[in-house]
Structure formats: structure tokens, C-alpha cells
């Protein structure tokens, strides 16, 4: 009888610790339904949030981990028309890491064409937050300066690409030296190293002109090198919290410059605004992909048996986002 495998948790806590490897019956399609079969997975920041049980939404244990993945579509159930086998697919949100999974055709979101696997499957949350910090939160003229930290993460990569697309100006930080070529190449304007002092230089850095937003994955003293850049009346937008600490303000700069802050999750977003609105930013994500306009690095991929090294990797100073893939080789024959 044919497995699949499934990294599962049945408690919450240190991924290295509470996750382990499972064979599970392979899952038979039902009437209106379909089975996928993974392609890639993305090891996230939040992936680790939700087997932490510290994320904004949990799953009920036990559980598989992992929530963003491309899959492709591999046995069809009765009823089901219209979807080819091999179609490729969004791999269901609620365990993405685990090589088969059945979800209703007609809940099923279609992967266009000519995208690579690697960049398709981080298609689906980093790139349209990327898109929602920067078109939907405020009103940025073209040109605007746009502000952010961990400028190497995957949604920095987004921000850089699609602040060019949308006609913005992007300031990247980031820990490394070795990073301000890469981005560079991938249109960044201005590369700043953290700890280094750059905002005291904020009006070389876009020659006068007013710096309105900040988008904020880090927190700590990132977070305050941000409102101490940021323009009168700007606003900082937290969305992460990689260092882990509560984002503290720095009093002086919210009085004197009237700053906001606020944050902004994606998951909230698509419950607000709606299937449809999320489908068609992720429609324009698709789009900017098939151009070449819009590419997400891969690290390395891993397969399923890998996971803990993928685990570590991700904890890693790296450029790109490392994947869970059962069949690595088939990436690499898509580069
Ligand atoms: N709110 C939302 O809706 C939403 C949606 C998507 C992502 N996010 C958040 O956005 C952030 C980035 O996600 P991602 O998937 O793009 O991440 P990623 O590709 O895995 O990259 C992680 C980034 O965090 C940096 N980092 C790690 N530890 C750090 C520390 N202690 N201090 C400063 N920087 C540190 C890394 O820099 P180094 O290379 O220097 O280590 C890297 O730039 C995460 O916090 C994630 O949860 C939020």
C-alpha cells in the first residue's frame, strides 16, 4: 500500500524537538475532490510560530506543519471536470508539509503556467503582503521613499521587486555586507547595514526627500533606527518580529514627529477583504512571476526525511528561503 509522509506535531514546542516524520495512508479522493501531490514547501518564520503555539491562529493537535506549498493535481475523484492531472496548484493551507493531500476541486487555486516550482510555491503569503504593505496601507506617491529591515528575507525580496514595478524607492537594511550587491542586482536603491548608524544620515540617503513608511519584520533596535529616520508624520508598519522582543518606541520621536505605528497581517487581510481580492493580488503575483519581474531565491531544498537539517538551514544567515521538496532533483532541473 502506497504512504505518504507527513512532518506532524502532536504538542507545541521547539520544532527540532516536537516534530516528527510519519507514514500516513495515502489519501483517496472523494466525489467533488482531488489529490495533490506536493511539489515544494516553504520552512517559514511563522511555520515555526505555529509549532511554538505562539502564532496569531493555531492548528488542533495533533497536526501537520507547514502552511505554504505548490502542489500538483495527481488522482481525481468522482464528479470531478474540468482539472487535467498535473495541473499544477496551491497545496492545502492546513499541513502543507506532507507529500499528499485531498482538497474539493472547486476550492483548488490554479498556478499558471511557466513559473518556475521554486518561485511558485512562495507565491502565496510573502509576496502579496509585500504587495499589501506597500499599495494598501497608504497613499505612496510615485517615487516615495519606502523603508524596511531584513531587506535579504523573502518578503524583503518582494519589496525590493515590486517597489520598482509600482514606481517606489526602496532603503533595505540588512546584517551583512555581502548582501548590497544581490539586492542591488535586484533593483534595491539603497542598501543600509544594521548598527551602523545610517539613519543619522537619512536626508543623504534620498537627498532631502521626505521618508513617510517603514515596514518593520525585526523589531528591537532595527525597529527604533526606523522611527528615528521616519519623516514628520510617518508611520511604521510592523508585521514581524524576527529579534523577538517587544518593539519598543523611542518617546522623543513619537511626540516631536506625531509617528504612527501600526502592524499588518496577511491572514487578516484575506479574512477581511475576501477570497476574490486575495485571489487577484496572488493573480498579479502569478503575473509579475511569468514576466520575470518578480523572483524569489531559492537556499536549498530539502527532502522530507531532511527536515530537521531544513529546520536548522532556515535559522541560518542565507539569501533565498529553503524548501521541503520530495523530489529536490526536480527543482533543480526548473532553475
Ligand atoms: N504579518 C504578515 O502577514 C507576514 C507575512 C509574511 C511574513 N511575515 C513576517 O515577515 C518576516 C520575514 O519573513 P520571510 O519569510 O520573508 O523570512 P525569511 O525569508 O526566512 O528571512 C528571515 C529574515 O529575518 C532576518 N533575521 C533573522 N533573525 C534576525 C534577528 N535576530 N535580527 C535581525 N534580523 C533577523 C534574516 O536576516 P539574516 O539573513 O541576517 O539572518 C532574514 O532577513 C517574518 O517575521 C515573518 O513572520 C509576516
Redesign the pocket.
Same mark, same amino acid.
Given at each position: 500500500m502506497q504512504h505518504s509522509q507527513a512532518i506532524v506535531y502532536h504538542r507545541h514546542g521547539d520544532p527540532l524537538e516536537v516534530l516528527e516524520l510519519v507514514d500516513r495512508p495515502m489519501p483517496e479522493p472523494g466525489t467533488g475532490a482531488v489529490r495533490i501531490k506536493l511539489l515544494a514547501a516553504?520552512v517559514?518564520?511563522?511555520d515555526f510560530?505555529k509549532v511554538a503555539g505562539s502564532y496569531g491562529r493555531l492548528e488542533h493537535l495533533p497536526a501537520v506543519a507547514g502552511r505554504e506549498a505548490l502542489g500538483e493535481v495527481e488522482a481525481i475523484g468522482a464528479g470531478v471536470t474540468g482539472v487535467a492531472l498535473g495541473t499544477r496548484v496551491r497545496f492545502p493551507e492546513a499541513g502543507a508539509w506532507q507529500e499528499y493531500a485531498c482538497c474539493q476541486a472547486a476550492a483548488l487555486e490554479l498556478v499558471p503556467e511557466g513559473i518556475a516550482i521554486a518561485n511558485a510555491a512562495q507565491s502565496f503569503? #510573502?509576496p502579496p503582503?509585500a504587495y499589501c504593505l506597500l499599495e494598501k496601507l497608504m497613499d505612496l506617491p510615485k517615487g516615495a521613499w519606502v523603508l524596511q #529591515? !531584513? +531587506? #535579504? %528575507? !523573502? *518578503? +524583503?525580496l518582494c519589496i525590493i521587486q515590486l517597489a520598482k514595478e509600482l514606481g517606489y524607492r526602496t532603503i533595505s537594511e *540588512? @546584517? @551583512?555586507e555581502s548582501l548590497e550587491a544581490p539586492l542591488k542586482a535586484l533593483g534595491a536603491d539603497k542598501v543600509v547595514f %544594521?548598527g551602523s548608524g545610517w539613519h543619522r544620515q537619512i536626508e543623504e540617503i534620498t537627498a532631502g526627500a521626505p521618508l513617510a513608511l517603514a515596514l518593520n519584520? *525585526?523589531g528591537?533596535e532595527?525597529a527604533l533606527d526606523q522611527l528615528r529616520a521616519l519623516s514628520a508624520g510617518g508611520t511604521q508598519v510592523t508585521?514581524?518580529?524576527? *529579534?523577538?522582543q517587544p518593539v519598543r518606541f523611542p518617546t522623543r520621536e513619537l511626540i516631536f514627529k506625531d509617528l504612527r505605528l501600526r502592524g499588518?497581517?496577511?491572514?487578516s487581510?484575506v479574512r477581511e477583504n475576501g477570497p476574490n481580492a486575495s485571489r487577484e493580488i496572488v493573480g498579479r503575483i502569478h503575473q509579475w512571476m511569468r514576466e520575470g519581474r518578480l523572483q524569489l531565491a531559492l537556499d536549498q531544498a530539502y527532502p522530507m526525511d531532511q527536515y530537521k537539517e531544513a529546520i536548522s538551514r !532556515?535559522a541560518a544567515? @542565507?539569501?533565498g528561503?529553503v524548501l521541503l521538496a520530495p523530489d529536490p532533483k526536480r527543482l533543480a532541473e526548473e532553475a
Open positions: 516553504c517559514h518564520p511563522s510560530g503569503i #510573502n503582503t #529591515n !531584513a +531587506g #535579504n %528575507s !523573502a *518578503v +524583503g *540588512v @546584517r @551583512r %544594521s519584520s *525585526v528591537g532595527s508585521f514581524g518580529g524576527m *529579534v523577538r499588518f497581517w496577511w491572514d487581510w !532556515a544567515p @542565507r539569501l528561503k
